[in-house]
T-cell receptor, first 113, second 113 residues
Framework: DAKTTQPPSMDCAEGRAANLPCNHS???????VYWYRQIHSQGPQYIIH???NNETNEMASLIITEDRKSSTLILPHATLRDTAVYYC??????????????FGTGTRLTIIP | DGGITQSPKYLFRKEGQNVTLSCEQN?????MYWYRQDPGQGLRLIYY???????QKGDIAEGYSVSREKKESFPLTVTSAQKNPTAFYLC????????????FGPGTRLTVT
């Protein structure tokens, strides 16, 4: 899997948009960008994924740069429950025989009341 | 409700004992995975299985064993050969076509003394 680089920690005020960056400069053309988050002592939770177009769902938006070398996860109105470690992962979509998700150390996002 | 269950949440064992961690899913997913997480670290893949009666080693399979006799179940045995078994163990499942997002269980925290 291509490597990703994320800041180790970020703070965001409650109610504001949280913007989490991720660099993936060696991403291949067939690799998607996935975001997961892990609240303390729980299993990771899938948030969103995308290839090259921006994506939005009920949880977040994903903005991928045109060259696909970086992306930003946006939580539009952060709440205290969004405090978690956020992982950015790149992987091929159809890659039988290489099913693992390579989790780095992620970004610890703290929402400040 | 559909989901993944892991039991127990906390497990304590003496060094030299084998221990089996349970993972059950009712999502009708073909693929299942076991990850290990150490404090402050990302997840590392131990084993995965794409279909019943078949499984593959991940990055850190030494000292672990698995079985996949039923689609719904993927138990992990931590053997006495695993040198540092104390960790947080996470089970996940996914479909094997499409977007591949993995759904995680709540985890089992194993402490070996």
């Amino acid at each position: 899997d291509a490597k990703t680089t994320q800041p180790p920690s970020m703070d965001c005020a409650e109610g504001r948009a949280a913007n989490l960056p991720c660099n993936h400069s060696t991403i291949s053309g067939n690799e998607y960008v996935y975001w997961y988050r892990q609240i303390h002592s729980q299993g990771p939770q899938y948030i969103i994924h995308g290839l090259k177009n921006n994506e939005t769902n009920e949880m977040a938006s994903l903005i991928i740069t045109e060259d696909r070398k970086s992306s930003t996860l946006i939580l539009p109105h952060a709440t205290l429950r969004d405090t978690a470690v956020y992982y950015c992962i790149v992987r091929p979509l159809l890659d039988f025989g290489n099913e693992k998700l390579t989790f780095g150390t992620g970004t610890r996002l703290t929402i400040i009341p | 409700d559909g989901g993944i269950t892991q039991s127990p949440k906390y497990l304590f064992r003496k060094e030299g004992q084998n221990v089996t961690l349970s993972c059950e899913q009712n999502l009708n997913h073909d693929a299942m995975y076991w990850y290990r997480q150490d404090p402050g670290q990302g997840l590392r893949l131990i084993y995965y299985s794409q279909i019943v009666n078949d499984f593959q080693k991940g990055d850190i399979a030494e000292g672990y064993s698995v079985s996949r006799e039923k689609k719904e179940s993927f138990p992990l045995t931590v053997t006495s050969a695993q040198k540092n078994p104390t960790a947080f163990y996470l089970c996940a499942s996914s479909i094997v076509r499409g977007s591949y997002e993995q759904y995680f269980g709540p985890g089992t925290r194993l402490t070996v003394t």
